[in-house]
C-alpha cells in the first residue's frame, strides 16, 4: 500500500486553509495547515511534506520570500504550487523562476485545486531522483561556479556569464542531477511544467546554448552530452561550496 501524500497548506486567512485543507482532507490527503512562514518552518521541523500549496500575498515574510528559502534549504525538492489573488503576471513568473512548481489564481474552485496537486505530484514521481549532492548557495562544476542566489554563472577568472532565465533553469536542473540521463520530456517538465508546450522541441535550441557558453568546444561536448534516443546528461562531478 503506497503512503498517503502529505500536503502542507500555507495561508494567512484561517476560511481559506481550513476549507482546503478540509476539502483535501476529505479527498485522503494528509494536510497540515501553517498560517506563516514561523509555523512552514516548525512543520519542516516534523518532517517535509510531499507537496506546499503557498499563498503569494500574506503580511511579512510572503510567499515568494518562503519559497526561495525552501529551495535553499530543507524544501529544495519539495514541489510548491503558489497561490495569488493577483491576475497580473508578475508574480507567477518570478515564483516560477524562484522554482515553484506550479500556481492558482485566486479565486479558484477545490476541484481545480486537487487537479493540479494530482498532475504536479505525477509529475514528480516520474522525474528520476536527484543525486546526493549537498545544495547550497553555489555549487561548483568543470572550471564554473553557478550561484543559484544570484542566478549567475562565473569562470575561474571571477567573470559573470550572463545567462538566460531559461538557461539559468536547464544549467540548474542538470546541475542538481550529474551523471543523470534525463529525456527531453523530463527535462521540459523541471525547467517549464505546466508552460510546455506539446512537442517543444525548445530544450535541444537551450543546450545548444548552454554549450556555447560553457563547454571548451561546443561541437564535441563534454560537459552535457547527447545520447542515443534523446536524452541529455551533466558529466562533471558537482561540488558545494
Request: with cysteine.
Amino acid at each position: 500500500m503506497e503512503p498517503v501524500p502529505h500536503i502542507a497548506v500555507v495561508d494567512d486567512h484561517r476560511d481559506i486553509r481550513d476549507l482546503v485543507g478540509k476539502y483535501l482532507h476529505q479527498q485522503g490527503y494528509r494536510v497540515s495547515t501553517a498560517e506563516n512562514g514561523t509555523a512552514l518552518r516548525r512543520l519542516f521541523e516534523r518532517g517535509a511534506p510531499d507537496i506546499v500549496v503557498l499563498d503569494i500575498m500574506m503580511p511579512g515574510e510572503d510567499g515568494l520570500t518562503l519559497c526561495r528559502e525552501l529551495r535553499a534549504g530543507a524544501g529544495a525538492n519539495v514541489p510548491i504550487i503558489f497561490l495569488t489573488a493577483k491576475a497580473d503576471e508578475t508574480d507567477r513568473v518570478i515564483g516560477l523562476e524562484l522554482g515553484a512548481d506550479d500556481y492558482l489564481v485566486k479565486p479558484f474552485s477545490s476541484r481545480e485545486l486537487l487537479a493540479r496537486i494530482k498532475a504536479v505530484l505525477r509529475r514528480a514521481n516520474s522525474l528520476p531522483p536527484q543525486r546526493s549532492v549537498r545544495r547550497t548557495g553555489s555549487m561548483r562544476f568543470d572550471r564554473w561556479v553557478l550561484n543559484f542566489g544570484r542566478r549567475e554563472l562565473q569562470g575561474e577568472d571571477g567573470v559573470g556569464i550572463p545567462l538566460s532565465t531559461a538557461e539559468f533553469r536547464l544549467l540548474k536542473v542538470f546541475v542538481e542531477r550529474p551523471g543523470i540521463v534525463l529525456t527531453r520530456d523530463q527535462l521540459l517538465d523541471l525547467t517549464a511544467g505546466r508552460e510546455a508546450e506539446p512537442f517543444d522541441r525548445s530544450i535541444d535550441n537551450q543546450v545548444s546554448r548552454l554549450r556555447r557558453k560553457i563547454e571548451c568546444d561546443p561541437k564535441n561536448p563534454s560537459i552535457i552530452q547527447t545520447h542515443r534516443g534523446g536524452g541529455y546528461s551533466f558529466m562533471p562531478e558537482v561540488s558545494a561550496l
